[in-house]
């Protein structure tokens, strides 16, 4: 994944990091999926307890094991786009 120094993700980060500051947590579907989110930011969550921002853009505390859900159709996508660029 991207660590945000290519180009055209430090736009996305700025992003991301704008709506964790608002702490905008969702409830959603984040349990029904596995979702993509730079490692770097999962760690810092497990230290922290801040909630980290998935690229199709839920917002969660990460505490469940990915590999026991699906991964999320939207994440897949836009990762898939910026892997390609």
Not at 32 to 55: E, F, M
């Amino acid at each position: 994944m991207a660590d945000g120094t290519e180009g055209g993700t430090g736009v996305l980060d700025r992003e991301l990091e704008e709506l964790l500051q608002q702490e905008q947590v969702d409830e959603g579907d984040h349990d029904r999926y596995s979702h993509y989110v730079q490692k770097n930011k999962i760690l810092t969550s497990a230290l922290s307890g801040k909630p980290v921002i998935a690229l199709c853009g839920k917002v969660w505390v990460p505490g469940r094991d990915p590999e026991k859900f699906p991964v999320c159709p939207t994440c897949k996508d836009i990762y898939e786009k910026l892997r390609d660029e």
